[in-house]
C-alpha cells in the first residue's frame, strides 16, 4: 500500500540569514535564544501539523491538501558545518533556501544551492529581514503582497532592486527566478517570497507555497510514498530519566514499530538491536529541547523520534539506522555504513592532537578545520574525555600537539589530574568558533 507521508523540508542558507528564527516564528517558540554563541551547530527537526500551517495561511489559504503536515529540519549555517548541510540536503524533499535580503549571496548560501543542484531538491528561496529595509513599516504576520502594498513607492522600490539582484545570483548559477508573484510555471522558476522571520510577514506565502510544492510536484514521485523499510539517521544519543539510554533520530522512510530489530552504526562497528520504546514529541516542538515525550506502538515517515533500546552505549551520533529481518540485511548495513566511514575519512596521523565530540556532525566539522589549519590529528572519536585520551596526547615528541579539543563532551573523572600530571591541555566549549580560535591562540603563543 502506498501511503502518503509527511514531507521533509530542510531549511538551509548562510550563518546568521535567519533559519532558526524562520522556525521559532511558524511553531511560536523562541529555541534561537537558548543556542550557545547564538549559532545552530546541529541539525534539528520539527513536526508542524496541517492545521498550524493553515492557522498560519489562513488569509490566504486557497488549496486542497492531502500532506499530513511537514517536518521541517533546521540546519547551520556556520561555515564549519557543511556535513551537517549536506545530510540535512540528502534528507529533504523539499528545500527552503533562505537569504538575508540585505546581505545577498554569501559562500554558505552558494554552499547550500550546490547541495540543492546535487541532489536535485526542489527549494523556495526566502528573502529574509524585510523589516529591515530602510522605510519598511512592519504589519505582524501579515501576507507579503498585502503588507508590499502598503508600503511607500520608494521602499517598493528597493525592495525590488534587492529582488532583482537575487534573481541575477541565482540566475548566474544556472537558475531561471522570480518573485513568487510573477511566476507562472513553478517547475520552471525557482520562487522568490520575500518575508521577516521576525515580524512573520510573508510567511504565509512561502508556507503555502510548500504545501503546493510538495502537493503538486512530489504526490506522484515515488520519494514522497512511505516504502516498506523503516530507516532513518541518529541525532544524539541520552540518557533519560527512567529509560535508559535513548537515542534522538529522524526517521525518513517506512515505519518504525515497537519490537522491530534494528542496525545502527556504532564506535565499533554495527550494533544490532531491538525497538523497545518509541516517542514522539509533542507538534511544533523542537525535538532537541522537547521534555515530554508522547509514547507511541508505532510511527510512519517523516517524523522526530527519541527511541528506547537495550545496548545503545556504543551508537554514533550521526550514524544510520534500519529495520533488519535477516543476516543479509545486517550484512547489506554494514557495508554501506563502511561506505559512509569512509567518505568521512578519518586519516589519522602518527603525531597529532586528540578531539573528541558530541556527534559524528560535529566530529567531521572539527576535522575539516583542523585539516584546513594544518594541524595533525592523531585521534578522533565521539564521546566523553577519557584518561585513555590523556595517556595518547601525552604520547607525542612535540609539546604543541599534547592537546585534547572537546567539543560539547565531558571530563570523566580523573581526567583532569591525570592531565596535568602528564602535561596535557585540554580545550573544551560549546561554541565551534570560539573552541577553535582558543586553541590556535594558544599554539600561536607558544611558538614563539
Ligand atoms: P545559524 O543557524 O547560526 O546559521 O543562524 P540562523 O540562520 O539560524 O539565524 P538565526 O535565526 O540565529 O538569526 C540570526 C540573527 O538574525 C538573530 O539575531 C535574529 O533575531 C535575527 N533575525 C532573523 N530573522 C530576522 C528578520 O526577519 N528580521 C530581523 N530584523 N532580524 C532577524
Ligand atoms: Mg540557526
Ligand atoms: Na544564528
Given at each position: 500500500m502506498k501511503v502518503l507521508r509527511t514531507p521533509i523540508v530542510a531549511v538551509l542558507g548562510h550563518v546568521d540569514h535567519g533559519k532558526t528564527t524562520l522556525l521559532d516564528r511558524i511553531r511560536r517558540s523562541n529555541v534561537t535564544a537558548r543556542e550557545a554563541g547564538g549559532i545552530t551547530q546541529h541539525i534539528g527537526a520539527t513536526e508542524i501539523p496541517l492545521s498550524a500551517i493553515k492557522e498560519i495561511c489562513k488569509d490566504i489559504w486557497n488549496v486542497n491538501v492531502v500532506i499530513p503536515g511537514l517536518l521541517f529540519i533546521d540546519t547551520p549555517g556556520h561555515k564549519a558545518f557543511?556535513?551537517?548541510r549536506r545530510r540535512g540536503g540528502a534528507l529533504a524533499d523539499l528545500a527552503i533556501l533562505i537569504v538575508d535580503i540585505n546581505e545577498g549571496f554569501k559562500p554558505q548560501t552558494e554552499e547550500a544551492l550546490m547541495i540543492l543542484k546535487t541532489f536535485k531538491t526542489p527549494f523556495i528561496v526566502a528573502a529574509n529581514k524585510i523589516d529591515k529595509i530602510p522605510g519598511w513599516q512592519s504589519n505582524e504576520g501579515m501576507p507579503f503582497m498585502k503588507s508590499y502594498a502598503m508600503q511607500d513607492e520608494v521602499v517598493r522600490q528597493r525592495l525590488d532592486n534587492r529582488i532583482y539582484e537575487l534573481i541575477g545570483e541565482l540566475y548566474q548559477r544556472g537558475f531561471s527566478a522570480d518573485r513568487f508573484d510573477r511566476i507562472r510555471d513553478f517547475t520552471r522558476n525557482v520562487a522568490i517570497v520575500p518575508i521577516s522571520a521576525l515580524t512573520g510577514e510573508g510567511i504565509p506565502e512561502l508556507l503555502m507555497l510548500l504545501v503546493g510544492l510538495a502537493q503538486r510536484y512530489l504526490e506522484k514521485s515515488l520519494r514522497l510514498h512511505v516504502e516498506g523499510k523503516a530507516r532513518g539517521t541518529v541525532l544524539e544519543v541520552k540518557e533519560e530519566k527512567g529509560l535508559g539510554l535513548t537515542f534522538d533520530a529522524i526517521l525518513y522512510d517506512g515505519t518504525l514499530r515497537v519490537g522491530d530489530r534494528i542496525a545502527i552504526g556504532g564506535v565499533e562497528g554495527v550494533i544490532v538491536t531491538h525497538v523497545r520504546g518509541i516517542l514522539r514529541p509533542r507538534p511544533a516542538k523542537e525535538m532537541r529541547l522537547e521534555s515530554r515525550f508522547k509514547s507511541v506502538e508505532s510511527v510512519t515517515a517523516a517524523a522526530g523520534i527519541k527511541v528506547v533500546a537495550p545496548d545503545i552505549e556504543g551508537v554514533l551520533a550521526g550514524s544510520e539506522f534500519e529495520v533488519v529481518e535477516s543476516d543479509e540485511d545486517i550484512k547489506a548495513f554494514e557495508q554501506r555504513i563502511k561506505q559512509e566511514y569512509q567518505e568521512i575519512a578519518i586519516e589519522t596521523d602518527?603525531?597529532?592532537v586528540v578531539i573528541k565530540t558530541d556527534t559524528l556532525g560535529s566530529l567531521e566539522a572539527l576535522i575539516n578545520e583542523f585539516r584546513e589549519l594544518g594541524i595533525p590529528i592523531k585521534k578522533a572519536d565521539v564521546g566523553d574525555i577519557t584518561k585513555k585520551d590523556v595517556v595518547e596526547a601525552s604520547a607525542n615528541r612535540d609539546e604543541l600537539n599534547r592537546v585534547i579539543i572537546g567539543f560539547n563532551v565531558k571530563l570523566l573523572p580523573g581526567v583532569?589530574?591525570?592531565?596535568?600530571?602528564?602535561?596535557?591541555?585540554?580545550?573544551?566549549?560549546?561554541?565551534?568558533?570560539?573552541?577553535?580560535?582558543?586553541?590556535?591562540?594558544?599554539?600561536?603563543?607558544?611558538k614563539r
Amino acid at each position: 500500500m502506498k501511503v502518503l507521508r509527511t514531507p521533509i523540508v530542510a531549511v538551509l542558507g548562510h550563518v546568521d540569514h535567519g533559519k532558526t528564527t524562520l522556525l521559532d516564528r511558524i511553531r511560536r517558540s523562541n529555541v534561537t535564544a537558548r543556542e550557545a554563541g547564538g549559532i545552530t551547530q546541529h541539525i534539528g527537526a520539527t513536526e508542524i501539523p496541517l492545521s498550524a500551517i493553515k492557522e498560519i495561511c489562513k488569509d490566504i489559504w486557497n488549496v486542497n491538501v492531502v500532506i499530513p503536515g511537514l517536518l521541517f529540519i533546521d540546519t547551520p549555517g556556520h561555515k564549519a558545518f557543511t556535513n551537517l548541510r549536506r545530510r540535512g540536503g540528502a534528507l529533504a524533499d523539499l528545500a527552503i533556501l533562505i537569504v538575508d535580503i540585505n546581505e545577498g549571496f554569501k559562500p554558505q548560501t552558494e554552499e547550500a544551492l550546490m547541495i540543492l543542484k546535487t541532489f536535485k531538491t526542489p527549494f523556495i528561496v526566502a528573502a529574509n529581514k524585510i523589516d529591515k529595509i530602510p522605510g519598511w513599516q512592519s504589519n505582524e504576520g501579515m501576507p507579503f503582497m498585502k503588507s508590499y502594498a502598503m508600503q511607500d513607492e520608494v521602499v517598493r522600490q528597493r525592495l525590488d532592486n534587492r529582488i532583482y539582484e537575487l534573481i541575477g545570483e541565482l540566475y548566474q548559477r544556472g537558475f531561471s527566478a522570480d518573485r513568487f508573484d510573477r511566476i507562472r510555471d513553478f517547475t520552471r522558476n525557482v520562487a522568490i517570497v520575500p518575508i521577516s522571520a521576525l515580524t512573520g510577514e510573508g510567511i504565509p506565502e512561502l508556507l503555502m507555497l510548500l504545501v503546493g510544492l510538495a502537493q503538486r510536484y512530489l504526490e506522484k514521485s515515488l520519494r514522497l510514498h512511505v516504502e516498506g523499510k523503516a530507516r532513518g539517521t541518529v541525532l544524539e544519543v541520552k540518557e533519560e530519566k527512567g529509560l535508559g539510554l535513548t537515542f534522538d533520530a529522524i526517521l525518513y522512510d517506512g515505519t518504525l514499530r515497537v519490537g522491530d530489530r534494528i542496525a545502527i552504526g556504532g564506535v565499533e562497528g554495527v550494533i544490532v538491536t531491538h525497538v523497545r520504546g518509541i516517542l514522539r514529541p509533542r507538534p511544533a516542538k523542537e525535538m532537541r529541547l522537547e521534555s515530554r515525550f508522547k509514547s507511541v506502538e508505532s510511527v510512519t515517515a517523516a517524523a522526530g523520534i527519541k527511541v528506547v533500546a537495550p545496548d545503545i552505549e556504543g551508537v554514533l551520533a550521526g550514524s544510520e539506522f534500519e529495520v533488519v529481518e535477516s543476516d543479509e540485511d545486517i550484512k547489506a548495513f554494514e557495508q554501506r555504513i563502511k561506505q559512509e566511514y569512509q567518505e568521512i575519512a578519518i586519516e589519522t596521523d602518527e603525531e597529532g592532537v586528540v578531539i573528541k565530540t558530541d556527534t559524528l556532525g560535529s566530529l567531521e566539522a572539527l576535522i575539516n578545520e583542523f585539516r584546513e589549519l594544518g594541524i595533525p590529528i592523531k585521534k578522533a572519536d565521539v564521546g566523553d574525555i577519557t584518561k585513555k585520551d590523556v595517556v595518547e596526547a601525552s604520547a607525542n615528541r612535540d609539546e604543541l600537539n599534547r592537546v585534547i579539543i572537546g567539543f560539547n563532551v565531558k571530563l570523566l573523572p580523573g581526567v583532569e589530574e591525570e592531565a596535568a600530571k602528564y602535561g596535557v591541555r585540554i580545550f573544551t566549549d560549546q561554541i565551534i568558533y570560539s573552541l577553535i580560535d582558543n586553541f590556535t591562540q594558544w599554539r600561536d603563543e607558544e611558538k614563539r
